[in-house]
Nanobody, 128 residues
Framework: QVQLVESGGGLVQAGGSLRLSCAAS????????MGWFRQAPGKEREFAAA????????YYSDSVKGRFTISRDNAKNTAYLQMNSLKPEDTAVYYC?????????????????????WGQGTQVTVSS
């Protein structure tokens, strides 16, 4: 199995930046795509960004595109979400998720059930 642990969340003022990290441990010999999701207060969890195993394909929701950047360093078994120009509406618990992909770069952005492992989440609060 694979364990995912997010870090880097916290309190930041609007317009500021944060970088979230998602460290994978356990049986990381398998290839996996990585996604970031977020759940704002009173709302359903939503897709934010995803990246293929090689890093060659990235995807973003319209709400974060142009402000957030997803990346990964497979040598460190870590994925990142660089969040710039943060807005109060970005306030949410952010979760990383891994999807085992075998030998292919293909993966499903959604549904959430397509992901095999989830982290515990990290709180991001953006003050106005």
């Amino acid at each position: 199995q694979v364990q995912l642990v997010e870090s880097g969340g916290g309190l930041v003022q609007a317009g500021g930046s944060l970088r979230l990290s998602c460290a994978a441990s356990g049986r990381t010999f398998s290839r996996y795509a990585m996604g970031w999701f977020r759940q704002a207060p009173g709302k359903e969890r939503e897709f934010a960004a995803a990246i293929s195993w090689s890093g060659g394909n990235t995807y973003y929701s319209d709400s974060v595109k142009g402000r957030f950047t997803i990346s990964r360093d497979n040598a460190k078994n870590t994925a990142y979400l660089q969040m710039n120009s943060l807005k109060p509406e970005d306030t949410a618990v952010y979760y990383c998720a891994a999807q085992l992909t075998g030998s292919t770069e293909r993966f499903a952005l959604l549904p959430e059930s397509a992901y095999d492992y989830w982290g515990q989440g990290t709180q991001v609060t953006v003050s106005s």
